[in-house]
Structures are given as structure tokens and as C-alpha cells.
């Protein structure tokens, strides 16, 4: 099973501040097969980055993905005070698995 | 517009069987691929399994001994069955769409294991 690590943990930062997310996995996910979601509090998650780097439909140029192999990056251009929430990460390389989660903490 | 909603009982003995539907509107489940994903309370995700449209399925190795998924086509849902149990099956259950990434879910219903 390939398992995924995200850090930080907890993120506080400012609104217009930038918000850098990593996700490292424990083995090679093929084919750049790693997703984003962002969960905001008593939602259900919502899609933001599929394919490591192609942002899902209706969701803002602010939030970009990279990477490759095991180390992937969230990014968050501008934080604006509707980003709190957690984010995870998912592997579909070989089955699926989350990441643990990174809370976004708006100052 | 696509949307998913899970139903069925929010609370089942240990030992039972746990049922939940998702009912698909605005799209023929005939045409994807449709997962069930869990969330116990305060933590992160997991993947349960999913189904596509010639009923093929597949299920995450540490759930598959106890987990069926299908499709019923005349009422445009497709259901979950986990059977055996245990308080660590305790979760908010949400269906999706997609089988590798999900881009649609559900709003998800709590499922409660207690006698």
C-alpha cells in the first residue's frame, strides 16, 4: 500500500499570503496519478487538482498542483479567508489512498 | 446537473450488516464509474471500493473480504453492503463518481455501529 504524508499539519497564515502543501509518498505513484481535495468544515470534499497538475472544473487559477514520483505540491496562490479548510491528498496509481490531511488556518 | 445522495440507516448493531444507497440524478449510472468512500468521525478518508457500468468492481484490499457493491439500473442508484461490523466502522459514508479521482460526491450520511 502506498502511503501518503502531508505537511504541515496546520497552516496559519494571512489573507493574500501564499500556503505551500506537500504530500510525499512511500513509494512512486505512476503516472503522476495524485489528486487535491479541499473539505471545508461539515462538507463533503471537493475535487481541486486530478493528475498531479490539471486543476478540476470551476476551480480558481489560484490553486495549482505539482510533482512527481513521491513529492507533490499544493499551492495556494493567494489565500483568500474561504480557503479554511483541510486539504488532502490521493493516490490512484495503485488502488487509493488519502493522505492524512493539512488544516489551513486563516489569521 | 449531477447530483448524489446517499440514504439508509444511521445506526446498525455490531456484528450486522450495513446497507446505504446512493441515488443518481441528472445522469445515467450507466455511464461511469461510481465509489464509495468513508470518513470516521474527526479523522481522514477512505477508500471503500468502486463500481462501473458492467458491474465490474473493485474493492480496497483491507475492506474487500466484507464489502459488496452494486448497481440497480431501473432505479438509477448503485448501494454499498459491509457486513461483520465493528465500532471501527463508524463513519460518514459518501458516494462518488470517478474510480481513480473523485469529482463528484454525495453529501454524505453518518453511519453509527452501537448495540
Known amino acids: 500500500e502506498i502511503v501518503l504524508t502531508q505537511s504541515p499539519g496546520t497552516l496559519s497564515l494571512s489573507p493574500g499570503e501564499r500556503a505551500t502543501l506537500s504530500c510525499r509518498a512511500s513509494q512512486s505513484v505512476s503516472s503522476s496519478y495524485l489528486a487535491w481535495y479541499q473539505q471545508k468544515p461539515g462538507q463533503a470534499p471537493r475535487l481541486l487538482i486530478h493528475d498531479a497538475s490539471s486543476r478540476a472544473t470551476g476551480i480558481p487559477d489560484r490553486f495549482s498542483g505539482s510533482g512527481s514520483g513521491t513529492d507533490f505540491t499544493l499551492t495556494i496562490s493567494r489565500l483568500e479567508p474561504e480557503d479554511l479548510a483541510v486539504y488532502y491528498c490521493?493516490?490512484?496509481?495503485?488502488?487509493?489512498?488519502f493522505g492524512q490531511g493539512s488544516k489551513v488556518e486563516i489569521k | 446537473q449531477v447530483q448524489l445522495q446517499e440514504s439508509g440507516p444511521g445506526l446498525v448493531r455490531p456484528s450486522e450488516t450495513l446497507s446505504l444507497y446512493c441515488t443518481v440524478s441528472?445522469?445515467?449510472?450507466?455511464?461511469?464509474?461510481w465509489s464509495w468512500i468513508r470518513q470516521p468521525p474527526g479523522k481522514g478518508l477512505e477508500w471503500i471500493g468502486y463500481?462501473?457500468?458492467?458491474?465490474?468492481?473493485n474493492y480496497n484490499p483491507s475492506l474487500k473480504s466484507r464489502v459488496a457493491i452494486s448497481l440497480d439500473m431501473s432505479r438509477n442508484q448503485f448501494s454499498l453492503r459491509l457486513n461483520s461490523v465493528t465500532a471501527a466502522d463508524t463513519a460518514v459514508y459518501y458516494c462518488?463518481?470517478?474510480?481513480?479521482?473523485?469529482?463528484?460526491w454525495g453529501r454524505g450520511t453518518l453511519v453509527s455501529v452501537s448495540s
Open positions: 463500481i462501473y457500468y458492467s458491474g465490474g468492481t
Open positions: 441528472g445522469d445515467s449510472i450507466s455511464s461511469s464509474y
Open positions: 490521493q493516490q490512484y496509481g495503485s488502488s487509493r489512498t
Open positions: 462518488a463518481s470517478g474510480r481513480g479521482y473523485f469529482d463528484l
